[in-house]
């Protein structure tokens, strides 16, 4: 499964480290929640992410809102 998509990213500053987040677009975010059935801890899939030609193995995590 591949998704290409344009969105800002956000920071979080929590005890003195930052960290840098994307929200999805809901259409990307709803076709992953169906398609991917066994989830790890607090509902979290491995992901591989291209940026530019970067490329990490990272987690994406469900928004509680």
Do not use: C, H, N, Y
């Amino acid at each position: 499964m591949q998704f290409t998509f344009s969105a800002a990213l956000w920071l979080a500053e929590v005890e003195g480290a930052s960290w840098v987040f994307v929200t999805l677009p809901e259409d990307v975010s709803d076709e992953i929640e169906e398609s991917v059935p066994s989830k790890g801890g607090f509902g979290s899939v491995r992901v591989e992410v291209t940026i530019g030609g970067s490329v990490w193995r990272t987690s994406l995590f469900p928004d509680t809102k």
